[in-house]
């Protein structure tokens, strides 16, 4: 029993004191960093955020500190590490995708699609919906936002993912969920009548189908609520 021990407690320092070498070896020092998954984030910012440089070991290098300091960043939804011998680091992340803005006291909140705020800036960076008709009072960034008719901000949620599924998220400039019952879309210049929720993966197929021929340049009002549906130019 005591030679097992014995064995064991040399082993356990025999590995130890293995690690602690590999953790000054300079050839285990971190000299290439690939990022991946990052759309909204810079690898610059992935970097600085963990800390990184060039001096640190590969061995050494604290994934788990780094994993939370990721994580405090809104648009981080998880990480991981990956560490090739002999001194490549490859971080791998998940990022919240950005799915709509909502115009607020003359700049846009960034959400995602569970209508989590990722962002809040004078200015939108990519083509994607605006979301009018939410009434709120304020906002935390990171968190969802909560707000005064939920059953509407279902809506936008439902919405979004159509938006996605039809890849109509660049074509859609504006929806209006002031009413749950009465839906407006626009693209460009044509005020689409989405109506309800009822049938609305069918009415997202169609428009998508629609806008493939339709020259939204020109002002009028498409109404997907009736049985089949028609287009009107406005006067």
Known sequence: MK??????????????????????????????????????????????????????????????????????????????????????????????????????????????????????????????????????NGFTMGELLETDNPDAYKSVEELSKLFSKYDLLDAVIQVDVSDEDNIHLYVDKVDVLFGDFEDANNKMGTLSEILKQLDTSVAGVLDLTATTPTFKYMS
């Open 3 to 136: 030679k097992a021990a014995s064995f064991f407690l040399w082993t356990l320092i025999t590995l130890i004191l293995i690690f602690v070498a590999l953790c000054f070896f300079p050839l285990f020092n971190i000299s290439e960093i690939e990022v991946k998954g990052i759309e909204s984030l810079t690898e610059e910012q992935v970097i600085d955020i963990c800390s990184l440089n060039e001096s640190q070991n590969l061995f050494a290098f604290n994934t788990f500190k780094a994993a939370n300091e990721l994580k405090k960043n809104n648009y981080v939804e998880d990480v991981n590490f990956d560490k090739k011998l002999p001194h490549t680091l490859v971080i791998n992340i998940t990022e919240r995708k950005v799915r709509g803005y909502i115009p607020y006291m003359n700049s846009y909140l960034y959400i995602d699609e569970d209508g989590r705020v990722l962002d809040s800036r004078p200015e939108m960076t990519k083509q994607l919906p605006i979301v009018v008709g939410l009434r709120f």
